[in-house]
């Protein structure tokens, strides 16, 4: 069984960063795609950064140049770097793991930009 536990989210002023991390227990982590999500309250999840096993990205347009998404295989762990945050990023931060026949989420993270 997948289990996924977010950590590094918190309070941050417009214009700071933070490190989210993603540690995946289980096997298999290697063959997994692994993402990072966000919702605000009344609003769908969506998809923030994406990561291939092979290491491809992509970003939602709005947060491409200021994030980074990463992984590392040998500690199991996914990583999304915020730089430059602004108040519009303030959301609960979800990790998600979609392996060829079953997901994953975690249970999220609190973002919150303000001054």
């Known amino acids: 069984q997948v289990q996924l536990v977010e950590s590094g989210g918190g309070l941050v002023q417009p214009g700071g960063a933070l490190r989210l991390s993603c540690a995946f227990s289980?096997?298999?982590?290697?063959?997994?795609?692994m993402g990072w999500y966000r919702q605000t309250p009344g609003k769908q999840r969506d998809v923030v950064a994406r990561i291939t096993s092979g290491g491809f990205t992509d970003y939602v347009e709005s947060v491409k140049g200021r994030f980074t998404i990463s992984r590392d295989n040998a500690k199991n762990t996914v990583y999304l770097q915020m730089n430059g945050l602004q108040p519009e990023d303030t959301a609960v931060y979800y990790c998600h793991a979609r392996g060829t026949a079953r997901r994953y989420w975690g249970q999220g993270t609190q973002v919150t930009v303000s001054s």
């Open positions: 289980g096997s298999g982590f290697g063959i997994y795609v």
